[in-house]
């Protein structure tokens, strides 16, 4: 017990004397700073590394306008995409409902390579779908073509409307039916509600939703590099694998970088306007309008076409190109399992420096902020920012090359989704009100034990919910891996990439659908926990 | 005619009935407080009448038409009755002029925001227009959603539990303010609450409900002093029940005395005992002092009663007094 202390009325007061927990505050710090390491790096390059003359600043405006082009579509296809399909969810009956609530998240399965290359061969021009039409309509009808930059973000927004279809689908369902309900008694219809107060109300989620979807759109490369569309991200990586010039890769990835640092600031902002929602404290079973006659088909219809678009189609043409082909089977044995290997291996690492943040920094921004920005991040740019402190190592002649490469691997991924396993465990202990650790002390736990049996039960389930996120995107990875993979290690996405840039498609079709395989019920059970969540009830 | 009749209406929710036969006439110009306690189906009674959710038996009539009836379900916007939500339900991407001024599509563009601002002058809010709702206190809420429901000259204005969010003494400022606004604005006013003090404070005509029925409708002082039966006695105020133990010349006899009128049983306020005199022999076994006055619980004949007498010349515990019931505050059922 530390002395009473004097106020200035003369009352003593007792001061909490709670042991702090420097070590834990610290190891949170340490497991932060790692997110920016990589970051860091890539500033020093782009400004220490002299410019050269492989790519030209003319290519790198091309691709910048690109990639905004790229995301202003995206952006828009997936909110319209997203947002109508959890209005239709949440707030109506018809057939099916209840399976699409969770079905349409399904697309977050299917890595955005493998419907580029699925669409990719379904739209050729010598593919069956124009062949068909072509033969019963006698002319060209289909003047769209995939390989361009419209087909990328047609691919892109049918890849990541999910984003978008989550968090809409929460804020939806968190919105107080009053506000619904006194927008009628005030003249308003249904679609007016919808409109004038339900929309503006979502407005936040639907940005930082889209604004996922765009920094997904940022950060990917196998589709948009299949589809012959050159962004930033491909630059960063061609700039790196063909050129040999860290330098450039860096210059461009900085500008990547602070896409990323203004999208996330985007999605913190409107997270921020999200207690719109929590300003009614009542919660009233919604009340959902049974769609009758031609408008429940239309909704059912709406609701399958996004999902056959997201997965289906391509998983499906994926698979009968597939099984006209015997694979090899040995290889993607292999590849599939490194893939599994990095797979929960990146989760567990990536779970538990979420967690120690999460214990350690409970409450304070700076760590979360900082975490975020490596989510924010492309897998491209981390890697490339990894690459410089690693071949400081490797001239040092530190190690094995697979075993830190594999680290490295590793590294690359805990930084770049530590952010995604923090929210679920942050939410979890949400929980945990300061009362209830006060009831444990009052109990007779030490803060340690408080934590112990109070904390960690309560954040066990959401520390899996974490575990299983990062394990879907780390399936689903390809630039990072491609750049920091040791020799001869390839992913399930690595194998994908080569057989389909040398239009192997049919093989490249296996890898593909193995991560589907792999990352679906993942998914699944991810998306109907979500779904079966609803306040009020 | 008056502005708003059910007609036994009906809500199930599963097998459970909500609202179960409620008959009830709102008119025009006048407040109607519905009272009842928690559970009893009152707000859902609110709520289907104001067309938020589907009737699944009998009708409901405003101004002479059929808006909730066996196959007919007028859609609430289309009913020009106002809701004012216990929870405010303001929009908080809008600001207070623009919630008060949200339901006047019908208006010119240009006129919307005038006409918002007078709204807002009748509850004294004029110069909180621009502000958003999140900034205001419970009150200004309070006034704003009555603002905003009033807007569109509703022949009817209901309100759910609408001073049930606010404490004290403020509540009794923003009551007086409400109500003065609904004089003000002349529509059949229907107010839910659990609160019969204020019930009776506040009413013109006052409706008892219970377990999803009308008790009783009238007068609140009728109500008050002649229920029509034990459990309408009940939801306004404390009530003995006392078993008439004789009928003796027209008088009900109990263990505490005797009132005009025959019956099984016979409901005495604590006021309705009245100690001193020639009355029944009874003992104080309790004592609690309530400020201006003390309960006291006597006991006589097997049967205990609660007594509610002046601070002045109380008895103590164990005493032993003489009571009588006063019949102005007594029934016999």
């Known amino acids: ?537 | 005619m008056s502005a708003i009749e059910v007609r036994g209406a009906r809500r199930l929710y599963g097998k459970k009935a909500a609202v179960d036969g409620a008959s009830l006439n709102v008119e025009a110009g006048r407040l109607t407080c519905l009272l009842g306690p928690s559970g009893c189906g009152k707000s859902t009674l609110l709520r289907l009448v104001a067309g938020l959710e589907p009737l699944d038996g009998g009708e409901i009539v405003a101004e002479g038409r059929i808006v909730s009836g066996p196959h007919i379900h007028i859609a609430p916007e289309e009913r020009q009755i106002g809701f004012v939500f216990q929870d405010y339900a303001l929009f908080p991407h809008l600001t207070v002029a623009q919630n008060v001024a949200f339901g006047l599509t019908n208006l010119p563009r240009a006129q919307r925001h005038a006409r918002a601002l007078a709204e807002l002058e009748r509850v004294r809010l004029a110069d909180r227009a621009g502000a958003w709702p999140n900034a205001l206190s419970g009150g200004e809420q309070q006034r704003v959603a009555l603002a905003r429901a009033l807007a569109r000259n509703p022949h009817a204005i209901l309100l759910d539990e609408p001073f049930s969010g606010l404490d004290g003494r403020l509540k009794a400022e923003v009551r007086d303010a409400a109500l003065e606004a609904l004089r003000d604005a002349g529509a059949a006013a229907l107010i839910v609450t659990h609160d019969a003090e204020e019930a009776l404070m506040m009413a013109d005509d006052l409706a008892l409900m219970q377990a999803g029925r009308i008790l009783q409708t009238g007068a609140p002082r009728e109500c008050y002093l002649k229920p029509a039966s034990m459990a309408a006695a009940r939801l306004l105020g404390e009530a003995n029940e006392l078993p008439v133990t004789r009928l003796d010349g027209g008088m009900a006899c109990t263990a505490f005395g005797g009132v005009p009128g025959s019956g099984a049983v016979v409901m005495a306020r604590p006021e309705a005992l009245v100690l001193g005199g020639e009355g029944a022999r009874a003992k104080v076994t309790a004592a609690r002092f309530a400020g201006g006055y003390v309960m006291l619980t006597l006991f006589a004949d097997q049967e205990t009663a609660t007594a509610r007498v002046p601070v002045t010349g109380a008895p103590g515990v164990g005493d032993e007094v003489r009571v009588h019931l006063d019949p102005a505050f007594s029934a016999v059922f």
Not at chain 1, 56 to 67: C, D, F, V
Not at chain 1, 176 to 181: H, I
């Open chain 1, 1 to 537: 017990m530390t002395a009473p202390a004097e106020t200035p009325f003369g009352l003593p007061v007792v001061r909490r004397n709670w042991p702090k927990i420097p070590a834990l505050r610290l190891a949170a710090l340490l497991a932060a700073a790692l997110a920016v390491i990589p970051l860091l790096a890539v500033v020093w390059l782009a400004l220490t590394r002299p410019a050269s003359a492989d790519i030209p600043p003319e290519l790198i405006g091309r691709y910048a306008a690109t990639t905004a082009v790229l995301a202003v579509c995206v952006a828009v296809g997936t909110a319209v995409l997203g947002a109508t399909a959890a209005w239709l969810v949440v707030m109506h009956r018809f057939p099916g409902r209840d399976v699409f609530a969770w079905a349409l998240a399904l697309p977050l399965a299917a890595p955005a390579f493998a419907l580029a290359y699925a669409y990719a061969d379904l739209f050729d021009v010598a593919g069956p779908l124009r062949m068909f039409l072509r033969a019963t309509l006698g002319f060209e009808a289909l003047p769209f073509e995939i390989r361009s930059l419209p087909g990328a973000a047609f691919v892109l927004s049918c890849a990541f409307y999910p984003y978008v279809y989550l968090t809409a689908r929460a804020a939806f369902v968190s919105q107080s039916v009053c506000a619904l309900e006194a927008a009628r008694t005030l003249g308003s219809s249904p679609l007016d509600a919808f409109r004038r107060v339900a929309l503006p109300l979502a407005r936040p989620a639907l940005a930082a939703g889209a604004a996922l979807a765009v920094m997904e759109t940022l950060a990917d490369y196998g589709a948009v590099n299949f589809l012959g569309v050159q962004t930033l991200t491909t630059g960063v990586v061609r700039a790196w694998s063909v050129f040999g010039a860290p330098g450039s890769s860096a210059r461009l990835a900085l500008i990547l970088l602070f896409a990323a640092a203004v999208l996330l600031w985007v999605e913190r902002l409107n997270r921020a306007g999200e207690s719109y929602g929590a300003s009614s404290a009542r919660w009233r079973t919604l009340t959902e309008v049974p769609l009758v006659g031609p408008s429940r088909w239309l909704a059912s219809g709406f609701c399958l076409l996004l999902l056959i678009a997201g997965l289906l189609l391509p998983a499906g043409w994926l698979a009968y190109r597939a099984l006209t082909y015997t694979p090899e089977f040995d290889r993607i044995l292999r590849a599939g399992s490194v893939s599994l290997g990095l797979g929960v291996g990146g989760a567990a690492v990536t779970v538990v420096l979420a967690a120690v943040i999460a214990f350690g920094a409970r409450g304070q921004k700076l760590a979360q902020r900082v975490v975020s920005l490596g989510y924010a991040t492309p897998g491209a740019v981390m890697a490339v920012g990894l690459l410089a402190p690693a071949s400081l190592l490797w001239r040092g002649g530190m190690g094995n090359g697979v075993a830190m490469g594999l680290g490295l691997l590793v590294f690359a991924y805990a930084a770049r989704l530590m952010a995604a396993a923090l929210e679920p465990i942050d939410a979890g202990l949400a929980r945990v009100t300061p009362s209830m650790d006060r009831a444990a002390r009052t109990l007779g736990e030490t803060e340690t034990g408080a934590v112990r049996r109070v904390h960690v039960p309560l954040a066990r389930g959401a520390l899996w919910t974490a575990g299983l996120l990062v394990f879907v995107d780390v399936m689903k990875e390809l630039p990072a891996t491609l750049i920091l993979r040791p020799f001869n290690f390839d992913t399930l996405a690595v194998l994908a990439d080569r057989y389909a840039s040398d239009e192997r498609l049919a093989e490249a079709a296996w890898p593909s659908l193995l991560i589907v395989a792999a990352a679906a019920p993942a998914v699944i059970f991810l998306s109907r926990r979500v779904a079966k969540s609803r306040p009020g009830g």
